[in-house]
């Protein structure tokens, strides 16, 4: 468990016991800007802090939890009619989480664009800022000076509305749509392939039985023509033999005359 838990943790025992209003208000107020919390749903779903959403006056922390638990300083800069009052530590906090929502969308983010979010003129300041974010753990990444921008490699979760977690799963839903559809191509390429190497088999086969076939035709074909080069041999030599018999008896006939 991180140091982080353990502090959620502590906070969330105490406010589980808290009986009154006043130190609802209190402990909320603590907690927004503790450097060690950074979700806040649970608190949100506590049966006493819900009570706050009722009351005219005492409604604006609840929406304060709220805020820290989804929104951003643009949120707030825009309705701060609606919020009570924060001091230094909140509204850093607040700026390090509208980093992060910012982050979730674009992993290269421009100077620019962050100094509109979070209202803050002095490029110093801003970069302080982000420093500071990657001094506390909640993000990580780099600074590009050259091209006035951040670059961020990881950063960690925020609470998320119900229209979230539906985007979410809509989300997961066409990612699992799209991972059918890749496995079934790349089961398709397989059984392709698999076709292929089996007719690549098969004609591989046939040649070489043709080849053998070959062999066998060129070998009876080298035994037929010796066996034929024997035979003519042989009644080449028969005939030459009877043609010296023949010469042989032509002389002795004509001896004896």
Known sequence: MTDKSIQVDHYLSIAKNLNNVESVVQL???VVESPSVY???EFLELPFFQTLKKDPILSQYYRLLELFSYGTFSNYNSNKNQYPELN????TKLRHLS???IASKNRTIPYKYLSEQLQINNVRELEDLIIDAFYSNIIKGKLDQ???QLEIE???GRDVTDEQVDDILNVLDNWCTNCDFALKTIEAQIAKANSYKQNQNEKQANIEQEVLNLKKTIMIQNQESESLNMSKESKKSQKTKGQRVSSGGKISSSGTK
């Open 154 to 156: 990881y950063t960690i």
């Open 39 to 41: 979700t806040f749903s």
């Open 146 to 148: 050259l091209n006035n």
């Open 99 to 101: 980093i992060i929502s």
């Open 88 to 91: 230094t530590a909140s509204i």
């Open 28 to 30: 909320i107020l603590k």
